[in-house]
């Protein structure tokens, strides 16, 4: 007779036993299973833990003082919050390569991570949002030769460097789970709800060079497409939605005037575990509502396309 409730029970026993009176500390990325966890772990040790909070410059509009007053205000819990936007984006400047872009923020973010878990001093354990598909995917199931699609972001390399234990109260767990587990645990429901995001952030939303200005034009033209996504009711019904900066000007007209500027492109794609994935198919009347808001509004762009590619095989990040 499994229940949410029962496994919420099991797991702060589980914790309690694990931790004693050692600290905890926790990275939260925004997203949904590192949010999970922290408030978990909280319920079973209270102060014991501290979350950490790296802002990498690279997140949504908004989203970093979400995910700062959910936590500090909502919840109490001990929260740093460390700006790093200008370290990321010096160190982004001048790369170009996908795998460039993402080795380099996984490292730096563990570099940053490493050095505030150091300030608390103490902590034995290290809590990660680990659910059970990451456990499979990091076992080569094929045979086959293993291929890097893409190097993942995570703080893997980082307990066994601090000495640390690693508390992953999640790992039996599917996406849709950790969901309902979320809602268990008092969490907002449209935090809960909120589609993936990865660990690199807009970085691999701007094919290309990354700069503040390229940021700030993705996070418009972003919250754009999701608001039209929210009044429409669709929200739900997509895996994971979002806008892509290109590396591409193309001539326009406005007005009475001639512009040059960039492409904004659109993803939307259902899905039930992010390993394959297939096109959300909007109605052309919605595609065109969203590109006429973004071309208005945002300046830097001047042409939206929507992305028909399922996965495989595009994936489902254009980096
Ligand atoms: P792809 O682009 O490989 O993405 O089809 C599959 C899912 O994984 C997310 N993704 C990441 N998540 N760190 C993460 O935590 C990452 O480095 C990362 N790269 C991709 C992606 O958003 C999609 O949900």
Aim: proline letters at 5%; glycine letters at 12%.
């Amino acid at each position: 007779d499994w229940s949410m409730a029962g496994y919420r029970d099991a797991k702060i026993a589980d914790i309690r036993a694990q931790v004693g009176d050692g600290k905890v500390i926790c990275g939260l990325s925004g997203g949904v299973d590192s949010a999970v966890a922290a408030v978990l772990i909280h319920e079973a040790i209270g102060d014991q833990l501290t979350c950490v909070y790296v802002d990498h410059g690279l997140m949504r509009l908004g989203e970093s003082e979400q995910v700062v007053g959910l936590f500090r205000e909502h919840y109490g819990i001990p929260l740093i919050h460390v700006e790093a936007e200008a370290l990321f984006l010096n160190g982004l400047a001048g790369l170009t390569d996908p795998e460039a872009k993402r080795k380099f923020i996984g490292k730096t973010f563990i570099e940053v991570f490493e050095a505030e878990a150091k300030k608390i001093g103490g902590a034995k354990f290290l809590a990660q949002g680990t659910l059970y598909p990451d456990v499979i995917e990091s076992v080569s199931f094929t045979g086959g030769p293993s291929v890097t699609i893409k190097s993942h972001h995570n703080v893997g390399g980082l307990p066994e460097r601090m000495n640390m234990a690693l508390v992953e109260p999640l790992r039996e767990l599917f996406k849709d789970e950790v969901r309902v587990l979320g809602r268990e645990l008092g969490l907002p429901p449209a935090f809960v709800g909120r589609h993936p995001f990865p660990g690199p952030g807009l970085a691999i939303r701007i094919p290309g060079e990354v700069t503040k200005d390229r940021c700030d034009i993705l996070r418009q033209a972003d919250a754009i497409y999701l608001e039209e996504i929210r009044n429409a009711g669709l929200y739900d019904a997509i895996w994971q939605a979002f806008a892509v900066l290109l590396p591409v000007k193309t001539v326009g007209v406005m007005g009475d005037g001639r512009t040059y500027e960039s492409v904004c492109g659109l993803r939307a794609v259902t899905s039930v575990d992010g390993m394959t994935a297939d096109i959300y198919p909007f109605d052309a009347a919605f595609l065109s509502r969203v590109a006429t808001r973004i071309v208005n509004e945002v300046g830097g762009i001047n042409r939206v396309v929507y992305d028909y590619t399922s996965k495989p095989p595009g994936t489902i990040e254009w980096e």
